[in-house]
């Protein structure tokens, strides 16, 4: 066994197998670029090495400098996570030549396995089912039609060297398979330097499951089950679940036992991904072979109770498995929800800043987090905006949901957007909830993007209850404050009147009897009681407790008199006054948002590229006005009617925040 490893990563994926490693006695390296010099993967290792200025093309990506940190370390393996050098051959060659262990496959499987056509080509001789496609390499956007003619519409259009869904097009007519041809040849050529495309029939109402292998390269090789990745934005996996809900026994090992074969094809060493695509009647299709840990492995390991890293490692050091084919068992089912710091309700631009305020749930054997943040910590510009990965386990399908309903309550991040109101909007979807799933769910289920109006209905009065407890509490502690000027007693009061989205809703609190450690209350409102208990105290971010013998968690910030509360991903802007101040606040006039019709605004944060117009410009409707680069795309900002510039406010090369004003209109 090996006694020090590097992991050639950062983030979650970095903090995770520094934690199996630690368990199994391993001492740790990590790597980090300027951008990661306060990250926790650092603060987590036991050694860590500079390797670089932050653009990743400059630190993880290069292949010397994790070497050369091998060396100084005396580092014996690395394991690469996913992403990054996880599946370049040269990397696993390099390392080899030093005589660094990797940890994962070979540099052969990675190869076969890393161009879409020649993995087809070998998938078909291993006999595993394909999808019906040319597997040639086509040369023009004529031939692109004939081929897909012969197929029969709809195809799908595939950049060979593809991966993370880009180069890839939908073709329903000729018309369009000549357009998606040009536009999957142009992307595959700027994104991965290789412009071979190639078409298969595109599957309708398809669903995306993927067998997990394990093999150690001296015999065995296992399938750990499967993995349904179905719920995907723009072909991005956003929640993923094991087993999956579609699969019978049958198909599950008619599939596992395919992969299987595929991964003995290639002399497959190390815990790797056979991805399907499996339509209505569950005919199944391989699409490609992931050589290297997925993002979703968590939910493998809820339901096999095993440690897939762990596992790796072993293998790579030589360990053969002792585990059979029997020995795998599935128990329960797992959830995993990838929260991203994005913002859904602004078509999930990405957003970077400080997290100010981070708590995650707390783990126990049915909520798991995986993260690499905390709370001062940065959401950098430079890399994958994920936050975490929240993972829950229940013994059914709907317990497991239910958990994860929980936890996204429970998940308390402040300073950056997150997409936990959409997380919870499809842990609330009830086409969600009975697993009626395709890769087209988002798609479908939020044709226009996601709105406030998705989340799921709240009962207003948990909120009300809840805001009055909240409130009342406050009152009680105002009491006890001593050295009051004579006259400005705060007095106790029962009475009150709680202010939500315009609307006055006079209610009656009143303490039952509480102790220490547990308040409750009883709030009466609309002619009903509600029965309040919590174990909350002043100042705490979350209100957990029980309102009339539900269990609810509830979200609390103070905004000026008020307070922000946020539940189910929702969120209500509360204040709980006097009788009388309510009967002021009514008349109070409302203060209107400034117009800001007449700037141009930065939809997102990042560095503003160019500015295409001078002040005293005039412009029409479409002209383009400027570029704004974020997360490595260039976002080209049109005008949205005729006008004249009057004022430009930023300088190209100067970052942006979201919102700051980059022009100005007469
Ligand atoms: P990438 O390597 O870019 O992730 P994949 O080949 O794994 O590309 O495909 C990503 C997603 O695209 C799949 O999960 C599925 O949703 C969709 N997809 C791929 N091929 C097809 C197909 N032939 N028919 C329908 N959907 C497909």
Redesign the pocket.
């Known amino acids: 066994m090996f006694s020090k490893i590097l992991i050639a990563n950062r983030g979650e994926i970095a903090c995770r197998v520094i934690r199996t490693a630690r368990r199994l006695g391993i001492k740790t390296v990590a790597v980090y670029s300027d951008a990661d010099r306060n990250a926790l993967h650092v603060e987590m290792a036991d050694e860590a090495v500079h390797i670089g200025a932050a653009p990743s093309a400059q630190s993880y990506l290069l292949i010397d400098r994790i070497v050369d940190a091998c060396k100084k370390t005396g580092a014996q393996a690395v394991h690469p996570g996913y992403g990054f050098l996880s599946e370049k051959r040269e990397f696993q060659e390099a390392l080899a030549a030093a005589g660094i262990a990797f940890i994962g496959p070979d540099a052969h499987a990675i190869q076969a396995m890393g161009d ?1 056509i020649e993995s087809k080509k070998l998938a078909k001789a291993a006999g595993v089912s394909t ?1 019906p ?1 040319y597997l040639g390499v086509i040369a023009d956007d004529s031939e692109a039609v004939t081929i897909a003619r012969d197929i029969g519409y709809p195809v ?1 259009i ?1 950049a060979s060297a ?7 097009r ?1 073709a329903w007519n000729d018309e369009e398979a000549r357009e998606g041809f040009r536009s999957a040849q142009n992307e595959a050529r700027s994104s991965f330097a290789d412009d071979r495309v190639f078409v ?5 109402q ?1 669903r ?1 499951i993927e067998i997990q292998v394990l093999a150690d390269g001296q015999g065995t090789a296992l399938y750990l089950g499967e993995r349904e ?2 719920i ?1 934005r723009r ?1 991005q ?1 956003v929640i993923e679940e094991a087993p999956s809900p579609f699969l019978d026994a049958a198909t599950r090992k008619a599939m596992g036992e395919q992969a299987v074969a595929l991964a003995r094809a290639v002399d497959y060493k190390s815990a790797g991904t056979v ?1 399907f ?1 499996v339509d209505a009647e569950r005919n199944f ?1 391989f ?2 072979m992931n050589t290297r840990l997925q993002v979703e492995h968590p939910v493998t390991e809820l339901v096999t109770g095993l440690d897939l890293v762990e596992l790796m490692i072993r293998v790579a050091a030589g360990e053969k498995l002792t585990l059979k084919q029997e020995d795998i068992h599935l128990h329960g089912w797992a959830i995993e929800s990838r929260v991203y710091a994005e913002d859904p309700f602004r078509n999930f631009l990405p957003s970077t800043g400080r997290l100010t305020h981070y708590r995650p749930p707390s783990e126990d054997p049915h909520v798991r987090v995986d993260t690499g943040v905390y709370e001062g910590g940065e959401i950098s510009m430079y890399y994958d905006p994920m936050i975490a990965k929240l993972c829950s386990w229940g013994s059914t399908r709907d317990a497991a949901i239910a958990r994860m309903r929980e936890a996204l309550d429970q998940y308390y991040i402040r300073g950056v957007s997150h997409n936990i109101p959409f997380l919870a909007s499809l842990m609330a979807n009830q086409r969600f909830v009975d697993g009626r799933l395709t ?1 087209n769910f988002i798609a479908e289920e939020y044709p226009t993007g996601f709105h406030a109006s998705d989340l799921p209905p709240d009962d207003p009065a948990i909120l009300i209850a809840v805001a009055a407890v909240i409130h009342r509490c406050l009152n009680d502690r105002d009491i006890q404050i001593s050295g009051k000027m004579p006259g400005n007693k705060v007095r106790v009061r029962d009475d009150w009147v709680v202010v939500m989205d315009g609307a006055q809703h006079p209610v009656h609190v009143r303490p039952t009897d509480g102790s220490p450690q547990r308040i409750g209350y009883t709030v009466d409102f609309e002619g009903r009681h509600h029965v309040v208990w919590s174990d909350w105290t002043l100042g705490q971010p979350l209100f957990r407790g029980t309102v009339n013998g539900a269990h609810v968690c509830v979200q609390v910030d103070r905004v000026g008199v008020g307070y922000r509360l946020s539940h189910s991903g929702s969120q209500a802007l509360v204040k709980v006054l006097t009788p009388n101040a309510a009967r002021l606040d009514a008349l109070m006039p409302v203060k209107a948002p400034p117009d800001m019709s007449k700037f141009l605004l930065s939809p997102m944060p990042g560095l503003l590229v160019s500015v295409a117009v001078t002040e005293g410009q005039e412009v029409k409707a479409g002209e383009v006005l400027a570029v704004v680069e974020a997360m490595k795309m260039e976002n080209i900002l049109r005008a949205a009617q005729d006008g004249t510039v009057s004022k430009v406010h930023a300088t190209p090369g100067s970052s942006l925040a979201v919102d700051q004003k980059i022009l100005e209109f007469a």
């Not at 593809?162 to 890839?168: I, L, P």
């Not at 298969?200 to 309708?204: D, S, T």
């Open positions: 879409k999808v496609g799908m595939k593809g991966g993370g869904g880009k180069g890839m939908v298969e029939k595109y599957i309708q398809p995306h990745c179905s995907q072909h996996k991805e695509i299709y699409l490609e890769t």
